[in-house]
Nanobody, 126 residues
Framework: QLVESGGGSVQAGGSLNLSCVASGLTYTPNYMGWFRQAPGKEREGVATIYTTDHNTPLYADSVKGRFTISRDNAKNTMYLQMDSLEPEDTAMYYC?????????????????????WGQGTQVTVS
């Protein structure tokens, strides 16, 4: 089970820090990611990070330099620090865990790659 929190409403230029707590997984996913979906738009990848080493995270071009993904394995928690928020960042944000033995490490919101999804947390930027 993945549970997101930390969403809310902020003004443009503001910041939010999203959290995703993982529990009950029977394996350790090789990587986890953040995705978002705005009304009327397809779900898109935001950032992804390995869970077991320190390789460079992947970011969507639209959030590079503004968002930072991180993890705390001791707490089974992944974070997304979002700074310099823009109205275009308004969306439902989801965290997802890669399927067992998946090493694709992409930002594609593909259920064949990411087998576990949270319910989402709403971010609104005005």
């Amino acid at each position: 089970q993945l549970v997101e929190s930390g969403g809310g409403s902020v003004q443009a230029g503001g910041s939010l820090n999203l959290s995703c707590v993982a529990s009950g997984l029977t394996y350790t996913p090789n990587y986890m990611g953040w995705f978002r979906q705005a009304p009327g738009k397809e779900r898109e990848g935001v950032a992804t990070i390995y869970t077991t080493d320190h390789n460079t995270p992947l970011y969507a071009d639209s959030v590079k330099g503004r968002f930072t993904i991180s993890r705390d394995n001791a707490k089974n928690t992944m974070y997304l620090q979002m700074d310099s928020l823009e109205p275009e960042d308004t969306a439902m944000y989801y965290c997802a865990a890669a399927r067992r033995r998946s090493w694709l490490y992409s930002l594609r919101p593909d259920d064949r790659e990411y087998g576990h999804w949270g319910q989402g947390t709403q971010v609104t930027v005005s």
